[in-house]
């Protein structure tokens, strides 16, 4: 009897151990195997490939119609809401602009808790006081603030684990970005294009908080790519980040795309090609070491940051097996990069686009001089947004395609000069748009091999909203316009819509909850989750 | 009075727009005004703060120390506007009202302040290791979710409060700290922390600490708990250990973002 108590004992004295020293929610390994954990959506753009494929295939062509409400979250914040959630085994996670953060039920959209971050009174973020995610690693959640902390939460109570200052906010700095984790590190940019920065991308250590590696992505004296920066101007070139990178653990490779130039539209004060920025840059995540890079628009005048998610695909390209990444530029061109070493394989417009004569064989663009911005205005396809933006792109292995949101339109270019002061705007000149040629947006299709356009889905304003496709061969997104649709992913048709009365600012994504798959959107100030009706 | 309209919306307007409340001056500080302030501050503040402020839910008020800046300016800031994220709600008056409760709260940095422990914080860590609060309690991102987190505990909740949560945990449970105990339709029982609440469904942090999210049409039975999930330490902490595990307690505030 007394050696069944104690064995008793000894089993709940286990028990009680194994409830509470539950192993961490999320490790590197899963964040590496989060493809084959579709239920899920554990990073900013779904899995370290960045492609915004989902492998569920619950909702299909065949039952997309049925698709209705299942519930509501209202952010009560007026920022633009550009936030990707994440979702982690039943629990969404998101943040509401500036920089507050939630759990939401991902059933029902009822909330376990709210982290709230008090901003200073002053900040002066270029584009709205946005953010556009988290990471997770372990039982931690990160995220960046406009007031430059990186701040790492308890996942199962919105507590504070520890919180550092990255970037000082008063010089114009902010972070906006998703981070990304990896390993045991937490990688993260800081945003501050439009005020003279100097960008960088840093890594902290997961667990303290310390930095680990710092790559400034403007050459310092002595590095190589200092000499393509006239004089000083290396100092304020900007060349920030602001939308998340991608990773190949087999090249044991991160790949950040990078900001534009300061100051925006004047590239008399920084002659050169100023590197890194407009470009993509491919670090060793343990040290910060750039590998290789590739700069989609040298000595940019139209600000065309290259901040678009890096797209990793292996496929066939020209008869062989390769290890891709496929870019939609926000300056017009697809390109097909081989991401083991930046090769440039094959690089196309995807819009109407006027400020070169094309591509050369190394996929630097031939500028045409008559595009640069002037002080009456040069009138250049497309315009300042570009022919894409920061929206995520998809790539469906079910299809073989690569889809993009696009916009046709152009911009008068207009040049000035430039005044520096630290935490002030830094900008060369001024975009305008052009009076009765307001453009359209579309979602289109390439071939990722040629960059040929095989459907679009036009809309009649142009688009703010990401994309997401399924292995149902659906291709979710957003409009402007306030619609949410689903779309055949093989020829672009409209399968389902509705309108949630605000423009989205966001990309949708998908996970499984109760067995039953979910797909989500921001929109306006809130964010919808639907369902396939009973 | 027309003047003095204009002068206090110039002052609001600086601490508004310029965010220079520092150099901003109390006009209505006067022993009138002191009293005005203790009336508005019984019918306004002291459910948290306590009847003399001396501190209760919300923190002490008598130390001449305020977290959000002592100047007449910032606490004209702080009572006016509240403090995001946390309990602390702003008050809407247009008049001067506002700033005799400025005159009024800094008159209580006169008072002595009760409960104050005397002990020593780094003493007090040791307790709070070695009698296994970290179990249940975390600070700074150590230690168990069930209870409370203490990581700003010093900086949100007065002495007296915490030394009433130590020895009579039971006397004051906010809502939050409510537990729920149901059982599912097939015979499951999960115990945990009500984080949240709706006429279908309940959220809480069950045991393993995990979220979860009950629809209550799956529960065979629902209650809710609102006593404290922690024991008594009346008679088990005592003399210099509980001033020492006090006065750490009351160390714990977390630093206020540089402005």
């Known amino acids: ?233 290396w100092k304020r070139g900007g060349a920030s980040i602001w939308v998340t990178g991608s990773y190949d653990a087999d090249l044991n490779l991160t790949y950040w795309g990078v900001g534009n130039p300061a100051p925006d539209w004047n590239g008399d004060v920084r002659k050169g090609d100023n590197l ?64 083991a070493t930046g090769e440039y394989l094959v690089g196309k417009a995807f819009i109407h686009q006027t400020w070169t004569d094309g591509l050369d064989e190394n996929g630097r663009p031939k500028v045409r001089p008559e595009a640069a911005p002037s002080a009456e205005g040069t009138k250049v396809y497309p315009g300042v947004q570009g022919g894409t933006n920061w929206y995520s792109p998809s790539y469906n ?14 911009s008068n270019y207009h040049k000035n000069d430039a005044v520096y002061a630290a935490g002030n705007r830094y900008l060369g000149g001024i975009p305008r748009r052009i009076e009765g040629e307001p453009g359209y947006g579309a979602v289109r299709a390439l071939d990722p091999e040629t960059g040929d356009m095989e459907w679009e889905f036009r809309m009649v304003e142009v688009t703010n909203s990401g994309l997401l496709s399924t292995a149902g061969r659906l ?29 989205a600012y966001a990309s949708p994504i998908t996970y499984l909850v109760g067995g039953k798959q979910h797909v989500s959107i921001a929109a306006g100030h809130s964010l919808y989750t639907f369902v396939i009706g009973e | 009075m027309k003047t003095l309209r204009i002068a206090i919306v110039l002052a ?54 305020f977290r959000y800046g002592g100047s007449d300016g910032a606490l004209h800031q702080t009572i006016s506007r509240g403090v995001p994220g946390t309990e602390m709600p702003g008050i809407y008056f247009d008049g001067v009202e506002v700033w005799q409760l400025v005159a009024y709260v800094k008159s209580l940095s006169m008072s002595p302040e009760a409960n104050t422990p005397t002990g020593d914080a780094v003493a007090g860590q040791k307790i709070y290791s070695v009698r296994g609060c970290s179990g249940c309690h975390r600070v700074s991102g150590e230690g168990g979710r069930s209870g409370p987190d203490l990581t700003n505990i010093g900086g949100s909740r007065s002495p007296g409060h915490l030394r009433t949560a130590i020895l009579s945990p039971n006397e004051k449970v906010l809502p939050q700290h409510w537990t729920v105990r149901v059982v599912t339709k097939d015979g499951t029982e999960i115990t945990g922390r009500r984080l949240n609440e709706d006429t279908f469904t309940v959220q809480v942090l069950g045991s393993g600490e995990r979220l979860l999210s009950l629809p209550k049409s799956e529960l065979a039975s629902y209650e809710i708990v609102r006593e404290s999930a922690m024991p008594s330490y009346q008679g088990m902490i005592r003399g210099d250990d509980l001033e020492d595990l006090m006065s750490y307690l009351v160390s714990l505030r977390q630093r206020r973002a540089a402005q």
């Open chain 1, 475 to 503: 291709l979710f997104s957003g409009s402007n316009e306030g619609h949410f649709f689903a779309l055949d992913a093989h020829n672009g048709e409209e399968l389902w819509r509705t309108n949630l009365g605000g423009s």
């Open chain 1, 397 to 410: 292995p079910k299809t073989g395609l690569f889809y993009l949101s696009v916009w046709e339109y152009a």
């Open chain 1, 1 to 233: 009897m007394k050696f069944t108590r104690l064995r008793f004992d000894l089993l709940m004295a286990l028990v009680f151990a194994i409830a509470t020293s539950l192993s961490a929610q999320v490790t590197s390994e899963r964040l590496l195997n989060a493809a084959s954990d579709p239920g899920n959506w554990l990073t900013y753009s779904g899995t370290y490939q960045s492609q915004r494929y989902s492998a569920l295939d619950q909702i299909t062509r065949d039952n997309a119609s049925r698709l209705e409400l299942s519930w509501v979250f209202q952010a009560n914040s007026l920022q633009k809401f550009e936030a990707t959630p994440l979702v982690v085994d039943g629990v969404m996670y998101l943040t509401v602009a500036p920089n507050d953060v939630v759990a939401l039920d991902a059933a029902t959209g009822r909330t376990f808790w709210r982290y709230n971050h008090i901003l200073p009174e002053r900040t002066n973020p270029c584009c709205g006081a946005v953010n556009r995610g988290l990471a997770i690693l372990g039982d931690s959640l990160f995220m960046g603030t406009i007031d430059g902390y990186l701040i790492a939460l308890d996942a199962r109570t919105g507590t504070v684990n520890w919180k550092k200052k990255v970037v000082n906010y008063e010089d114009g700095y902010s972070l906006t970005v998703a981070p990304l984790a990896i390993k045991d590190k937490v990688i993260v940019g800081t945003a501050g294009g439009e005020y003279g920065i100097r960008g960088y991308i840093d890594a902290y250590n997961a667990r303290t908080g310390d930095r680990e590696w710092r790559f400034y992505t403007i050459p310092g004296p002595g590095e190589p790519g200092h000499d393509t920066w006239e004089g000083d101007s």
């Open chain 1, 276 to 339: 890194y920025s407009d470009s993509v840059v491919a670090l060793d995540p343990d040290s910060g070491e750039l590998k290789w890079y590739f700069q989609f628009t040298p000595h940019d005048l139209w600000d065309w940051d290259s901040v678009q998610v890096p797209v990793l695909v292996d496929r066939e390209f020209e008869g062989r097996m390769r290890k891709l990444m496929l870019w939609g530029n926000r300056n017009g061109f697809y390109y097909a990069l081989d991401r």
């Open chain 2, 12 to 65: 609001l307007a600086a601490c508004t727009l310029l965010g220079q409340h520092e150099e901003v001056k109390n006009l209505h500080a006067s022993p009138e005004d002191v009293v005005a302030g203790g009336r508005i501050f019984f019918s306004h503040c002291a459910v948290c703060h306590g009847l003399l402020g001396v501190g209760d839910r919300a923190p002490s008020l008598t130390s001449g120390q």
